[in-house]
């Protein structure tokens, strides 16, 4: 019987492997490439497509699976994310990018969260949304949906959120560059860059349509806010579990279990032992592929659990929460990074 379990489960695995190689396969075509969507991005569209066409079709037995890679594989990935970033990246770019990274995450999640509450929206669409546009976009949303254990149709809504914005910042950014509309020096134009753009695919494809020098700046400045996921995770959990414990002190007995996202630590750690360049260089780039086909068919596994009928329940208002953040990121990020930078800097 458990030789039947784990053979139905490998099932499900191996599909979602599969899903992931032809979504790596995909992200390599050039129409992919100039929309600079990562194999986790084409990943969740096919899980998305799937869902819809023939998921009708898979047996139940298989399932569980898919299920094992939205979650224990997610989570691995989260972990080895830490192997793109060191903590060398932070001191290269001064403390004037650390202080608007900060202040850019926490109040992005803070009008999203007053924004959701005002809208009467989902508490978990909600947390979800603004986690990723205040983050790194996707993985963030990943990381949120592991600690507060959310339903693999909200993350696949917040998620493609952050695909809207953040492919329409790749285009916007460069555009009003050009234009003389952000009118900023390189170094400050990479750190409003990165600071405001959500994924980090898309600020690749809008710091390298404007330049090396802001692209290289930009880059930096966008780890760093992905380095924020740890305390930010920590500090969801902290009030998730205050959040739940006065329910149920309230007479709801709908109880939740959380836990402390251990993976946020490791994750963390991993970033430090990347900082000390104990490994060659070619077994980090190897380690960072086979995180982001890890990464890919965790998504691709909460896009086969997303039907169309999810994004009917969820409605417009998770997009109209996403647009309200993205006009605080474009507007307030540039107020900072014209008026506050100059003055740390000086």
């Known amino acids: 019987m458990i030789s039947e379990k784990r ?4 099932h499900g695995v191996l599909l979602m492997t599969l899903f992931a190689c032809a979504a790596f396969y995909i992200g390599e075509m050039d129409f992919v490439k100039a929309v600079s969507f990562s194999p986790m991005i084409v990943g969740i569209i096919l899980g998305m497509i799937y869902a819809n066409s023939l998921r009708n079709n898979l047996p139940d037995t298989w399932v569980p699976g898919i299920k094992f890679c939205s979650k224990r594989i997610l989570r691995t990935g989260i972990i080895l994310y830490g192997f793109k970033l060191t903590f060398q990246d932070v001191t290269a770019v001064g403390f004037s990018a650390i202080v608007i990274d900060a202040v850019v995450v926490t109040a992005t ?4 969260m007053l924004v959701g509450k005002l809208l009467k929206m989902d508490r978990s669409i909600a947390l979800l949304t603004s ?4 983050i790194c976009g996707a993985a963030a949303v990943l990381g949120c949906e592991g600690a507060i254990h959310a339903k693999p149709y909200k993350t696949a809504v917040a998620v493609s959120t952050v695909v809207i914005f953040g492919t329409l910042s790749m285009f916007l950014y460069p555009i009003l560059y050009r234009a003389g509309i952000f009118n900023l020096p390189l170094d400050e134009m990479g750190i409003f860059t990165g600071s405001t753009v959500h994924e980090v695919a898309h600020v690749v494809g809008a710091g390298n349509a404007m330049g090396q020098e802001i692209a290289s700046t930009a880059i930096i400045v966008k780890m760093i806010r992905v380095m924020m996921l740890v305390p930010v995770l920590l500090v969801i959990t902290f009030f998730t579990a205050r959040y739940v414990k006065r329910n149920i002190a309230g007479g709801n007995k709908d109880k939740v279990n959380i836990s402390i996202p251990w993976f946020a630590i490791l994750f963390l750690a991993v970033i430090g032992f990347n900082s ?3 490994l060659p260089a070619s077994l980090v780039d190897f380690i960072n592929i086979i995180d982001t086909f890890l990464l890919t068919m965790a998504m691709t596994a909460l896009g086969a659990e997303t039907g169309i009928d999810k994004f009917k329940q969820a409605g417009f208002k998770p997009f109209l ?7 605080w990121l474009v507007g307030g990020g540039y107020a900072m990074a014209k008026w506050f930078v100059p003055v740390m800097n000086y």
């Open 109 to 112: 999640i803070l009008i999203g």
């Open 7 to 10: 053979s139905s489960m490998l």
């Open 276 to 278: 000390l360049n104990l």
């Open 321 to 327: 929460l996403a647009a309200i953040l993205y006009v």
């Open 131 to 134: 986690t990723g546009s205040a």
